[in-house]
């Protein structure tokens, strides 16, 4: 288990990259127990100003949702990791990324990925960002881009994990289960979708 210290210096250091900022994601709210990298929120203030500027993907780009807190379910954000190193560490080069294919049914809880290094043509920003892909027979395609100028090293065990949330749409009412990954609004990308 990280320490705040160690967690504040590693994320200085870009060994563990995350969105929204570091500032507002604390020991408090990461669980690195064991390598896991995991999205632990407190209160609905925390999830709220994690999830605030998300947008929702394709055609349904325009509709505003509201994150709500299922409060008959006792962990009501569940986090799966999306992305393990193993035991070597792997640099993702300057505006490159790395796409990756689960080995498990959408819904449960992902156990490895194989990577692969490709090109990244879209550079928006700053940043690590994780994103889900299409569902195609239960297959999840993940990909990690790195859209900085300069290398980015991911060390031994570390793990990166997407959220997911319970929404209300604001027109319909309708609740809906979203699946969402730490990135900011500054990226202007949508990498959201229903299940």
Same mark, same amino acid.
């Given at each position: 288990? #990280? !320490?705040?210290?160690?967690?504040? %210096?590693? #994320?200085?250091?870009?060994?563990?990259?995350?969105?929204?900022?570091?500032?507002?994601?604390?020991?408090?709210?990461?669980? +690195? *127990?064991? !390598?896991?990298? /995991?999205?632990?929120?407190?209160?609905?203030?925390?999830?709220?100003?994690?999830?605030?500027?998300?947008?929702?993907? !394709?055609?349904?780009?325009?509709?505003?949702?509201?994150?709500?807190?299922?409060?008959?379910? %006792?962990?009501?954000?569940?986090?799966?990791?999306? /992305?393990?190193? $193993?035991?070597?560490?792997?640099? =993702?080069?300057? $505006?490159?990324?790395?796409? !990756?294919?689960? +080995?498990?049914?959408?819904?449960?809880?992902? $156990?490895?990925?194989?990577?692969?290094?490709?090109?990244?043509?879209?550079? =928006?920003?700053?940043? +690590?960002?994780? *994103?889900?892909?299409?569902?195609?027979?239960?297959?999840?395609? #993940?990909?990690? /881009?790195?859209?900085?100028?300069?290398?980015?090293?991911?060390?031994? *065990?570390?793990?990166?994990?997407?959220?997911?949330?319970?929404?209300?749409?604001?027109?319909?009412?309708? $609740?809906?289960?979203?699946?969402?990954?730490?990135?900011?609004?500054?990226?202007?990308?949508? *990498?959201?979708?229903?299940?």
């Amino acid at each position: 288990m #990280l !320490g705040q210290a160690q967690l504040a %210096a590693s #994320l200085a250091a870009g060994l563990l990259v995350c969105d929204p900022a570091p500032s507002a994601i604390t020991a408090a709210h990461l669980d +690195l *127990h064991l !390598g896991r990298y /995991y999205w632990k929120p407190r209160s609905i203030t925390s999830i709220a100003r994690a999830l605030n500027g998300f947008h929702v993907a !394709g055609e349904a780009s325009t509709k505003k949702v509201t994150p709500v807190v299922d409060v008959a379910t %006792a962990d009501p954000i569940k986090c799966y990791t999306l /992305y393990d190193s $193993r035991d070597t560490p792997i640099t =993702i080069g300057p $505006r490159a990324m790395i796409l !990756g294919h689960t +080995l498990e049914a959408v819904g449960s809880t992902v $156990r490895s990925l194989h990577p692969q290094l490709r090109p990244n043509p879209m550079i =928006i920003a700053w940043g +690590l960002v994780l *994103h889900s892909g299409v569902q195609q027979h239960g297959i999840w395609t #993940l990909a990690l /881009y790195n859209r900085n100028d300069w290398a980015l090293t991911i060390p031994p *065990h570390a793990r990166i994990a997407m959220m997911e949330f319970l929404a209300v749409d604001d027109e319909s009412q309708e $609740r809906t289960v979203w699946d969402a990954t730490l990135w900011s609004p500054e990226t202007m990308l949508d *990498h959201m979708h229903t299940w």
